[in-house]
């Protein structure tokens, strides 16, 4: 499991707790669906913000300058 770690984010009515099991699968309460719904966006965020970066670098054809020259070739077909 990870960490425990404890943020307060406007947008909530109550407390949400999101556990992640070992392996890997959250698991949300909330005390209502609105808050459900926000946590599980806030979850599915963060574990796929590196991700769906790459893409937006990828579509930019930015990749070789974060993860090197041997993404140039990717790069230039993008371009």
Known sequence: MRP???LTLDGLKSE????IDRWGIAHIRAGN???LFF???F??????????DT???RGLA???GDLGPG???QDEAAR
Request: proline content about 0%; overall charge positive; cysteine-free.
């Open 4 to 6: 425990a770690e404890r």
């Open 16 to 19: 949400v707790l999101i556990a």
């Open 33 to 35: 669906a609105d808050d």
């Open 39 to 41: 946590a599980q966006g």
């Open 43 to 52: 979850n599915a965020a963060r574990d796929r913000l590196y991700q769906i």
């Open 55 to 57: 893409w937006r670098k």
């Open 62 to 64: 930015l990749l070789a």
């Open 71 to 73: 993404f140039l070739k």
